[in-house]
């Protein structure tokens, strides 16, 4: 699943009227949870802010037959169905502990890719190719 390389969950720490929260990035607000005039608690998260210009994919079924053949640093390709199309990444990083999915031992790796196609949201689905991997 597609997710931003950068979130930030923007807590409010002022009641005082008229006041401003700033992101500590720029980006594109996700979502906005309040509204002018609500009663917010201490700590409340008013918006999700994103950074749309650079997107990951973690993988969910990098089985432990191949994750010794993927490494940071390494080339992929990511297939957005939803698009039709390949878009180029590299790997970030593997998750050194596994988890079980169906009874099967399986890695989660962070890619980012190299280049965000038109039309392209978080939270599409893609299915990740390693280079030098069968």
């Known amino acids: 699943m597609l997710d931003t ?4 969950r923007v807590p409010v720490y002022s009641i005082a009227p008229m006041s401003t929260t700033h992101a500590p990035f720029s980006g594109t607000v996700a979502a906005l949870k309040a509204t002018v005039g609500d009663y917010l608690p201490p700590g409340f998260i008013v918006a999700i802010v994103a950074d749309l210009s650079r997107l990951q994919v973690e993988t969910t079924d990098l089985s432990e037959l191949d994750v010794s053949a993927v490494s940071a640093g390494q080339e992929c390709t990511i297939s957005i169905e939803a698009l039709g199309e390949d878009v180029p990444g590299h790997v970030l990083r593997v998750s050194p502990l596994p988890t079980i999915l ?10 980012e890719l190299d ?20």
């Open 102 to 111: 169906g009874g099967d031992v399986v890695y989660a790796a962070t890619v």
């Open 115 to 134: 280049s965000i196609p038109a039309g392209l949201l978080p939270g599409m689905t893609g299915e990740v190719r390693f280079e030098g991997t069968p």
């Open 5 to 8: 390389g950068l979130q930030c």
